[in-house]
Every structure is written in C-alpha cells, then in structure tokens.
C-alpha cells in the first residue's frame, strides 16, 4: 500500500502532526480491509466558517458539520468504469476536517481530542471507500468497522 497524501492545515500549526498519524490510520484502514495499491488522498483541517460554506455550497444544509468527504469515484462512476487495476494510482477525494466541531464533540463524548480526530478521519476515509450510513444495517457495517479499526488503539 502506498498512500500520496495533501494534508492541508488552515487551522493550527500544532496540528501538522496530524498528517503522520493519518498516515498511520490510513496503512490501518488498508490493513484491516485488505486493500493494496496505492491511493491519493487529500485530507483538510479547516475552522467552522469554512466547512459551513462547503456544506451550504455542495450540500444545501446551512450550518457547520464535523465532517464532509467528497469521492472522486463516485463522480466517474457512472461515466467510465472503473479498472480495478493495482498498477493504477486510486484517487479517492477530499475529506474536509472541523477542528473547532471536534474539539466540542470530544468533550460531549468524554473522549480525547485525538480520538475524536482519528474517528472523523477514519469515517471520512470509508466514505470514499464506498461505505455509507444511509439506513441502518449500513449504519451498522460502517461503525462496527469504525470502531473494530480503532478501539485497539490507545487515543
């Protein structure tokens, strides 16, 4: 597995450490679904002005949100199929990060910071797999693996 990933930070310079860690959720994700080849993947952390107006811009729901992916499969899918060929980079979105909404939702969880970070991520990254929560046995198969992915980790 090979990951080339654009991480963008227009939050908090503390925070670029987080691109190494993604990087490791990342190779963890691929691990434990059995992926290989090697993928693109452009994570950004941004404050709650900014993921407002994409969700208001590409969603029509005017308000801030914890976490917003965009699949570049699914853009081509119905134009072009698409070659599962291992030799072929896999470009599979953006995932667009609120720290500010992660902080507030790690403490309305009793959990870290980190983890909190870690879940949207890992949540993200699975949206751009194909997965879903649109109904409640895919809700069931998404967070299961969510929590099977990182629960083992100490965040």
Known sequence: MDLELTFVNDVME???NYEAHYRFLFERICDFLN???TFILEVNLVSEATIQEI????RQIDRVTDVISFAFEDEV???IKIVKDLS???DL???FICVKRAQSQAEEYHHSFRREMSFLFVHGVLHLLGYDHMNAADEKV???LQDQILDPLDL
């Open 77 to 79: 899918a119905d134009e």
């Open 35 to 37: 992926l290989q080849g």
């Open 88 to 90: 072929l980079p896999r």
């Open 14 to 16: 503390e925070l670029d």
């Open 55 to 58: 969700n208001r811009t590409y």
């Open 142 to 144: 998404m967070f299961d």
């Open 93 to 95: 979105g953006e995932i």
